[in-house]
């Protein structure tokens, strides 16, 4: 399944990275490979939102990969998930913050 989520790694060291950087965070290398996420990943961490009754939470995702990026975790209200949660990439939503779901607990 193409998620759309593009990502980086070092092609020394194979850290991982987002798509933006050119060099390696580790070992500052400049031969970086790109390659595509699976979309799955954890909650790391919960950002401020601007309303309340919004339906959707900004949060920190560490993707399977081993990367991190800001996403937007869709249909549930702020504070009724806990950090660790495990998430997966959905359709695109409006913003631009790539879209999440959180991943039934019998599914992981």
């Given at each position: 399944?193409?998620?759309?989520?593009r990502?980086?790694?070092?092609?020394?060291?194979r850290?991982?990275?987002?798509?933006?950087?050119?060099?390696?965070?580790?070992?500052?290398?400049?031969?970086?490979?790109?390659?595509?996420?699976?979309?799955?990943?954890?909650?790391?961490?919960?950002?401020?939102?601007?309303?309340?009754?919004?339906?959707?939470?900004?949060?920190?995702?560490?993707?399977?990969?081993?990367?991190?990026l800001?996403?937007?975790?869709?249909?549930?209200?702020?504070?009724?998930?806990?950090?660790?949660?495990?998430?997966?990439?959905?359709?695109?939503?409006?913003g631009?913050?790539?879209?999440?779901?959180?991943?039934?607990?019998?599914?992981?």
């Amino acid at each position: 399944m193409d998620t759309g989520l593009r990502y980086r790694y070092c092609r020394w060291c194979r850290t991982p990275t987002d798509a933006g950087r050119l060099l390696c965070p580790a070992c500052g290398a400049d031969d970086l490979a790109e390659a595509g996420s699976t979309g799955g990943g954890t909650i790391r961490r919960f950002l401020p939102t601007a309303s309340a009754r919004q339906r959707r939470q900004l949060c920190v995702i560490r993707l399977d990969e081993g990367f991190t990026l800001r996403g937007a975790l869709l249909g549930v209200l702020p504070g009724a998930v806990s950090l660790g949660a495990a998430v997966r990439r959905t359709a695109a939503a409006p913003g631009r913050d790539p879209a999440f779901v959180l991943v039934p607990e019998q599914s992981r």
